[in-house]
């Protein structure tokens, strides 16, 4: 009986209601932004200025806003949008 060698496979260990709680917060953004327009390569400073503002809460103590936990969970959102933008530069 030959072993499969899972060494190099991902093992995914994500906190998937982080990430619904992701989506939850870019839905309360849609009637200001069309879908998927975090792919089109905006302005890094001005994600960068995002990260910055809802860091500082978090520093506060602040740690929700319109939505429980909030604060943190924008910088998630933030730093998926910038993480895909420097890896597509082209788009940057």
């Not at 009637?31 to 809460?57: C, D, L, M």
Request: proline fraction near 1%; glycine fraction near 6%; include cysteine.
């Amino acid at each position: 009986m030959q072993i499969k060698d899972e060494n190099d496979k991902l093992f995914y260990e994500i906190d998937w209601e982080f990430v619904e709680k992701m989506a939850q917060r870019m839905k309360l953004n849609k009637n200001k932004y069309s879908p998927y327009n975090w792919k089109n390569g905006e302005n890094i400073e001005g994600i960068k200025q995002a990260v910055t503002r809802h860091f500082i809460e978090i520093q506060k103590g602040s740690y929700s806003d319109e939505q429980e936990l909030g604060h943190w969970i924008a910088l998630g959102c933030n730093a998926m949008i910038a993480v895909y933008q420097l890896s597509h530069k082209e788009l940057v």
